[in-house]
């Protein structure tokens, strides 16, 4: 069994130390699902790194993929070091690995050589094993300059390489996208759904990696996917126009035509800051609506002509 640090809270109802359900925060070998991402966050602000580093790799493996999959670093500039730093200790290893690569405990306090590994990853066109590297860097660097003062270490040239290299670089995301959007322009859409989707593992919150993957379900002939994509798009931003267009192209093809009016009409409905994202695609709802009307038209003459 795993003892879990008081400030982690309980697992089963995220209240700090089970003020809420009287629950233990004890757990056999494994993280629940609820304690990420959110909690896991809280945990390392408020605990370090250290604890949560040694509370998962006791955890199953199935468990710490679970964590690991939680949207911790969507824009590196965008969270705290700890967090950088932990995700930086979970996801180096993984993406080497993914890339031919590993490195051993040794090698992970050679600033230099983690340095030089982020070039030769680049070069592999992956984005998210370059930023896991610099981060591996930027903790090394701080690190083997523990006994300076903060100011000592700030000032450091390789130290401040390391930083601000990791804020010029996109989300690890960006490459999915647009690696998808090249496959998608030349046609091969199930290719670019599995690169979308890749994305969605690392950020599931990202609207335009959804709005694709419903895109391309549309092409593949899965509208299933795209109504699912699509309406989990809206969820995160109701007034996206493509997710909009999208998940009435998904009923459409499911061949719901009322669910397909009342997207579309929902679309005319909005405020007037929408108009503008509207405007580009106001031709393609029309020609949706008219579908829409005469697919509808078919189907009750076929049905009026049946007997009752």
Known sequence: RVDMPSWLGCPVCAGPRCSSCGQVPRVPGFLPPPFAPRQLARAI?????DDVWDLLQSCEPEARDFCLEAPLLPHPESYPVEIAMFYRRFGVLRVLRRNGLDINARDRR????????????????????????L??????????????TAEQVAATPQTQFFLSTIHTLPPPEEGCKLQGNALYAEGQYSAAAECYATGLRTCPFNVALLCNLAACALQTGDPGLALKAAARALKLDPHNAKAMY????AHRDLRQWKQAHVVLQSMHQK????EAEVVGVLDTFWDLISGVLAAARSDLAVDMSEPA
Do not use: P, Y
């Open 45 to 49: 602000a408020k605990g370090g790194t």
């Open 110 to 133: 050679n600033e230099t050589l983690l340095h030089r590994m982020a070039k030769c990853v680049h070069a592999t066109t992956s984005l998210q094993g370059v930023v896991a590297l």
């Open 135 to 148: 981060l591996e860097g930027a903790d090394v660097a701080v690190r083997n300059r523990q006994n300076r």
């Open 246 to 249: 999208r998940k009435a192209c």
């Open 271 to 274: 405020d007037g800051a929408l």
